[in-house]
């Protein structure tokens, strides 16, 4: 995955492909041994001076962490474990149609306002 990241050309755009990595995984594990992983991963992107480093973890770390709704994520199955009053796989489709839609927007958003305007 580091030669993946280190062969894409721009390094916005290798921040954005490894935010939506991590969301994208992190909604089926746990996010912080993901986080553990993806960071040092990013390390082509966070050698490149003219891209924040500070940025790039940012929009990392929140991409990972905001899809965390997924019932196939910890605390998701821990919010499904715990329903009450509603049948359960109406709030797992509840949930899962969230995830979806948090792990498509989540990451772009993450990396726009940490990558692009904040750096």
Do not use: H
């Amino acid at each position: 995955m580091t030669d993946l990241i280190a062969k894409v050309g721009n390094p916005v755009i290798a921040a954005l492909a490894s935010s939506y990595v991590g969301g994208i995984v992190s909604a089926f594990a746990s996010t912080t041994g993901f986080l553990a992983a993806i960071i040092p991963l990013a390390a082509p992107i966070l050698q490149d001076p003219t891209i924040s480093s500070v940025g790039v973890v940012s929009a990392i770390a929140i991409s990972s962490s905001i899809v965390d709704i997924s019932p196939f994520s910890t605390n998701g199955a821990l919010l499904l474990a715990n329903v009450q009053g509603v049948k359960e796989n109406v709030f797992f489709k509840q949930l899962l149609l969230s995830a979806v839609v948090v792990v498509a927007l989540g990451p772009g958003l993450a990396w726009l306002a940490f990558v692009l305007i904040a750096g």
